[in-house]
C-alpha cells in the first residue's frame, strides 16, 4: 500500500514538473524582445528609480517566497506526519503546552523580517526621493489638469503639453531631469512606469521627482489616480532624445509661433474666437492658460493627451467636436462653419 502511494505521488509529481516546464518553455518562447520593449513594462526600466523599485520589489518577492515554502513545507509535514489513522479510534492527540523556543522563534524571526523589508524600502525611498539636484540637471515643471499635461520649462522659457522632452542621461555623466509636480483642479498620479515610480499630484501641495533615463526612446505612461471621466484617456509621452536631438528641440521651442501670410484668415478666425481664452500662441493676442500652449502644436504626434495621433483630420475632428475623440472633455464644441474650420486647421498646420 505503501509502494503504490509513492509511486502515485512520483507520477503526480512528474505531471506537475512537466507542466511547470511547459508553462516555462511557453513564457520564455512568447516573443520576449516584444515582452521587453513593451513601452509600459515595469520589468524593464531604463531609469535609475524605476530601477532602485525593480531591484527592491524581487528582494521582497525572494523573502516573502522564502517564508512561503517554510511554512508550506511545515504545513505539508504537520498534515501528513499527524494525520488521523484508522486505530486513533477518535481520540484526541496528546496535549502540549508552554515551548518557550518555538514561542520565541516565531515571535522574534517575523519581526527581524519586518525590519528587514522596512530598512530596505526605506533605503530605496531616501534614494530617491531625498537625491540632491545636481547645478546641470534639467528642471521642469508638471502641471495636472483634467484631462491633459502641461510642461514648463522654466529655465529654457519653454510651455509645451502632453509630451514631455528630457535628453538621455549618459551614467558616466548624469543629466537627470528633475519635475516639479503641481495639480490645477484635483488629484492626479504622474507615472512612467520605465522611468519612475508613482508620484502624486495635490492640490496645493507641490511634489517632487526625478527621472535619468539612459536610453533614447520613446516612454508611455498616464494619469494613475482618478481624476474624473477622462482620466483614462489622460495620456503621457515621455521623449528621451539625445543630447543633440534636445538641443534641437529647445530651440524650435523657443521660437515664436511662424507667421504665414497664407493662412491669415485661419488666424483671424482664431482670434476673433473663444480660442484665444483657452489657448496660447506666442507672438499673438492668445494667452490662454486653460488649455495647452498651441505654439508648435504640429511638432507633437499626438492630440488630446495622447488620446488620438496628430493629423489634419484627426485636428478637424477635435476642433469641431472634442466629445469625438475624447467624451467628457472639458473643452467646448466651437461649432464653426466648414469654410471657418478648414481655415483654422490650415493654420494650425503651420505651428510647427
Known sequence: MMRRTIFAD???GRKLTLLACFFVATVATAEPTNFLSRPTNIFAPVSTPAKSILHLSFFVL???????????TLLAYA??????RAGDAGREPAQVYGSTQIELAWTVIPVLIVVVLYLATARVIHAVQDAPQPANAVEVTVIGHQYWWEFRYPKLGIVTANELHVPVSDPAHPTPTFLNLLSADTDHSFWVPKLAGKTDL?????NRMWIDPQR???????????????HAKMLLRVSVDSPEDFAAWVRVQQQAAVQDASVAAGKRVFETTACINCHAIAGTNANGRFGPDLT?????????????????QNLRVWIQNPNAIKPGSLMPAMQLSDADLDAVVSYMETLR
Do not use: E
Open 216 to 230: 533614447t526612446g520613446i516612454f508611455l505612461g498616464q494619469c494613475a489616480q482618478y481624476c474624473g471621466v477622462q
Open 10 to 12: 512520483l507520477v503526480t
Open 79 to 84: 498534515v501528513i506526519k499527524f494525520r488521523g
Open 202 to 206: 495635490i492640490p496645493n501641495h507641490p
Open 62 to 72: 525572494v523573502i516573502t517566497g522564502i517564508i512561503f515554502a517554510v511554512v508550506f
Open 296 to 312: 508648435h502644436l504640429m511638432s507633437r504626434a499626438t492630440i488630446a493627451s495622447g488620446a488620438a495621433q496628430n493629423t489634419p
